[in-house]
Structures are given as C-alpha cells and as structure tokens.
C-alpha cells in the first residue's frame, strides 16, 4: 500500500487478507514506521471508509504479535482515542464481502494496543467499554476477536476499581464457559480466572456449582497430564482454590483428583522449582480438609499427607538452613505454605489422635527437629537481622510465621524445648515488637507465656525485658482499639489484649514478690486506669475484656498498697 497518497478499504482488506500473519522477529522500528505511516493516512483521511482502512492496518500489525513501541502505543491512542474505538466496538452495519465482526476486531486489536498505559485503563471512559468486551466472550465464535478481548480483560485486572465493574457484568461466568468449552483459548481464560481469585477470593463465586464444574475440568487435566504443562496446571489449581467457597469436600471428587495428581509430582524424582508449586497446592488441600483426620485415617490419602508433611518440615529445615533472611525472601510463599502444612498436622499428636505411637514418635521428632531449626533462626535474625527487619514488610511477614509455628508447637507439646525456647524468649518477645503492625505476632505467643509463668525459669524472664515488652504491646493494642480498620481487627485486637492481660495477671498471682515496685507494672496501672473509662465506652459485649482488665487492675492496685503512699493520684480519682 502506498501510504504517501489516498487508499481505499478496498485496499486495506487485500492487504488483510494477504498478511494474516506478521513475521514476530521484524524489528521495533519497522514496526512503529508502519503505523506512524498508517496514523498519519488515518488523519489525513476525508471519511470513515479511509479512516477505517488506515485502522485496519493498524489492528492487524497489532494482532500479528509483532511489538510496537511504548512511544508507538501511546501515539496510536492520542491519534485515534476513545470515540472511534466505541464506535468501532458498536457498529453491526458490516460491508457484505468483510468479515461479521471486522469492525469489533479491528476495535479490540486497537484497544489491546494501548489498553496497558495507566492513564488509559484509569480513564472512566474504559469503564463503557467493559460491558461490550465482556458480551464478545459469550456472542462471538472468532478465536482472533476473542483473544483480543481477554487481553483487554487482563489489562482492566491490574486496575483493582475494574474488578467489581467486571464480575457484575457476569465476566466471571463467561469466563468459566469459554475454559470450560473453548479448547483453544482454555488457557488465557484460566490464566484470567486465576488473577480474579487472588484478588477477589472467595466472595467472587455467585454460583458454587460453576466452581465446581472448573475445578472438576482441571483437576481431570492435572491428574491425566504428565507432561511439563502438569507444572502449570499444579500452579492454575493452587491460585484457584485460594477463591474456594463453602463447600462439601467429602462430595467434591476433584479434590481426589488433585490428590493424585500431586502423588505423581511429589513421588517422583523431581527438581524444587517442580516441587515448590506442588507443596503450595498440598497446604491449600490441607487448609481445606481435617489433616490430623486424613493422616490417622488408613486409606490411600493418609500416606499421601503424611509425605505432605514430611517433605514440609524438610523444606522449612532446608530454606532456613544457614540462610539469612534477605536470602529466604524469595521463598516467603513457599515457607508460609509448609508452616500452614506442619502446624494443622501437630494435631495428629493429640492423646486422642487413634495412630499407632510408633507413627506419632516418628512425627514428634521430626516436628521437634523443625523448630529447633526456627527457633535456632529466630535468634540468629535477632542477633544480626533486626535492621533489615524494621525496613522490609515481606520480611516481618516471615518471622510472623516463624513466631506462629512456636507458638503452636509449644500449646501441643508445652514440655518439650521448654529451655530452647527459655533461651529464646527475649529474641522472640523483641522480634514480636519489630513486627507489630496492624498484626500483633506477639498473641501466637500469649498461650506459651501462660504455660511458662509457672516454671521456676521464669524468674530469668522477669529480669529481662519481658514486662516491657508485653506493657508496649498491651498498650499499643489498646491504642487500636480507638480505631479499628474492620470488624475482624476489633475482634482479633481483644482477643490479644484478652490474652496479655491473662499472662500479667498470672505473673502477678505467681510471682508478686519478684514483681513488686517494679517500675513498668507502675506505669501500667496509669496506662490502665487512664485508659479504662474509654475502652469501657468504645467496646461493648466483651465481658472477658471487661473481667480480665478488671482482675488486672485490682492486682496492681494489691501490689501498691504495699507503698501507698507512693501511689498514682490517677489511680486514686479513678477508684
């Protein structure tokens, strides 16, 4: 075509017709002089008939898979913008010798090309275009129209507002249709339906019954597929089923399709960049289902999850193992997925658990080996990693999990690493202040603290910074309470106060003549009685927060009427 004068569509669609597919390996440069030369007939053109044959020179160079520049992108939207976009997206009047749904294409291919820069899918004009492009998934049967859709759809994901725009106009559903009956574009639709469940979870599913339907389809290709794709299948199912809603797991069969199809993951010879999405999968089964239940039970499952659980504690021993914790950043999910693992299993050592003791002994030492690992981490990040702690929220996040998995460890088995985890303490009582945000590490923690007041060792912690440490979290999540982001914190943040306040009360009843006068508990009966009045007017219904600190208080004013003379006048006018 000769862009330097006037051609008609007539033109175009020869050129379309003959150039289906652009060769990918011409270079960036090549590519932007086409559709500078196509930009420049487009505005040059008298009518919509060379109008449209610049722009379908232009979506077709798009749609060939051949990469235009940022600098062309962005050109090609301020030259043709939103209007001729939507009309193109609208129109049904087609030409009797073109292609049903050239305008669309061209429209989509268009889109696509320029959809990505952030001042464009922010636009509320994209917001109009949302319904239509969602409508070509269930209307249209052209795979080159459809693609182009889903590559608009996965744009309008990176902006988080377009997400409720989307489902209300059932893309979810569309979605599921075109993986469920569309061979060929399976793949992206599933790859759409994945970033939906990340970012949504499970409120996005209207209809249980279409979940299931998608979860049996993949699951049937996870187990029957045994080439490299079963890796991305592994990958697909576990970012899925972090939207699953309520349902009957006993019922759902695809559950024992992932099941299998992990089996041949995980019993195989396999590298860890294969074993990593397998054992993320494994904890969200584990989330889903009763794990003490499956590794008592005596079917095929049980020797499934007790390698699950196995190969986690190995995981956690070897990602901890002589590594820092910059160094186990990358490995964040992946630890958190096997804590996930390994802590839902410490059930199975209950008394009441009906295995065989040879099997818990076996578990137990395992388990035992795990958090000697974490806690030996613990201190070591204490010792040398506190700054990069403070500067990095990823890494909070890791030693969050690291206090949870003790936590839980030491409620199951309170008498076993109890001088580990003494020797621990104060590392793990300053770690649980450097990572509290508006999550308090420190309530995993509370219930161990209540086991260990008892024993004489205790005494140490008492000259350490143990009050410190529970009178700054005591007070910084009274202070949260002022203004709670959600129902879920208020009561998540009662619950911690809840718990500290039962350990200050135990360290009181137990161990009063080693606290007495002591300078921090003073400071907290005037935190207390300053702050009582408001909590008491800001919380209504919790009447083991309202009993605790009460008990609380009366144990402090007890241990001040030893010196009443140097009591608060706080505390006086309070009373």
Request: proline share 3%.
């Amino acid at each position: 075509i000769d862009f330097d004068s006037q051609f008609d569509v007539c033109d175009s669609l020869t050129w379309w017709k003959n150039n289906s597919k652009m060769d990918q390996g011409v270079s960036e440069g090549v590519v932007l002089e086409l559709v500078q030369k196509a930009l420049r007939a487009y505005e040059a053109a008298t009518n919509d008939t060379e109008r449209f044959a610049s722009l379908l020179i232009i979506g077709k160079v798009m749609s060939s898979g051949a990469r235009l520049p940022l600098t062309g992108q962005r050109q090609v939207f301020q030259v043709i913008g939103f209007d001729m976009i939507y009309r193109l997206l609208n129109t049904k009047d087609v030409p009797s010798d073109c292609p049903k749904t050239i305008y669309a294409s061209v429209g989509c291919s268009l889109l696509a090309c320029f959809v990505c820069e952030p001042g464009v899918i922010s636009d509320a004009q994209m917001h109009t275009l949302a319904p239509i492009l969602v409508k070509f998934l269930s209307e249209s049967d052209d795979e080159a129209l459809l693609l182009d859709t889903l590559d608009c759809i996965m744009s309008y994901l990176s902006k988080e507002s377009s997400h409720e725009l989307l489902l209300s106009c059932n893309c979810l559903e569309k979605l599921c249709m075109l993986y469920l009956n569309n061979d060929t574009l399976k793949e992206k639709a599933c790859e759409i339906m994945c970033r939906f469940s990340i970012a949504e979870g499970p409120k996005m599913w209207k209809d249980v019954t279409l979940f299931n339907d998608v979860m049996k389809k993949l699951s049937n290709e996870f187990v029957t597929d045994h080439t490299i794709r079963k890796f991305v299948l592994c990958e697909n199912a576990s970012k899925m089923l972090l939207s699953c809603p309520q349902y009957d797991f006993d019922k759902a069969t695809w559950c024992d399709y992932l099941e299998r199809g992990l089996g041949d993951i995980l019993f195989s010879k396999i590298e860890k960049d294969q074993r990593d999405p397998a054992l993320k999968l494994a904890s969200r089964l584990v989330v889903l289902k009763d794990l003490p239940l499956l590794l008592s039970s005596q079917n095929s499952s049980s020797k499934f999850y007790h390698l699950v659980t196995r190969l986690s504690c190995i995981e956690i021993i070897m990602v901890l193992e002589d590594h820092n914790l910059v160094e186990i950043i990358n490995d964040a999910e992946l630890l958190v997925a096997c804590f996930s693992i390994v802590e839902r299993a410490f059930g199975y050592l209950k008394p009441s658990s009906t295995v065989s003791s040879k099997q818990k002994e076996q578990l137990y030492k395992t388990f035992k080996g795990t958090i000697e690992k974490v806690l030996v981490f613990l201190k070591d990040v204490w010792s040398s990693d506190k700054e990069t702690l403070k500067s990095n929220q990823l890494c909070r996040q890791i030693i969050t999990g690291c206090v949870r998995i003790v936590g839980a460890w030491t409620i199951q088995e309170p008498f076993s690493l109890r001088d580990e985890v003494f020797d621990c303490i104060d590392a793990l009582l300053d770690l649980c202040d450097l990572c509290k945000n508006n999550c308090c590490p420190l309530k995993f923690l509370l219930p161990t603290l209540s086991y260990l007041v008892a024993e004489d060792n205790f005494l140490q912690c008492l000259e350490s910074n143990i009050l410190n440490q529970l009178n700054s979290s005591f007070q910084s999540q009274i202070n949260l309470l002022d203004n709670p982001q959600c129902e879920d914190e208020e009561v998540e943040v009662v619950e911690c106060i809840v718990a500290i306040a039962s350990v200050l009360i135990n360290i009181l009843v137990i161990h009063e003549p080693d606290v007495a006068g002591n300078v921090v508990l003073n400071d907290m009966i005037r935190y207390l009685f300053s702050e009582f009045p408001l909590i008491r007017d800001t919380v209504h219904g919790y009447a083991v927060l309202s009993g605790n600190l009460t008990a609380l208080g009366l144990l402090l004013m007890k241990m001040q009427t030893l010196e009443v003379k140097k009591i608060d006048l706080l505390s006086c006018r309070f009373l």
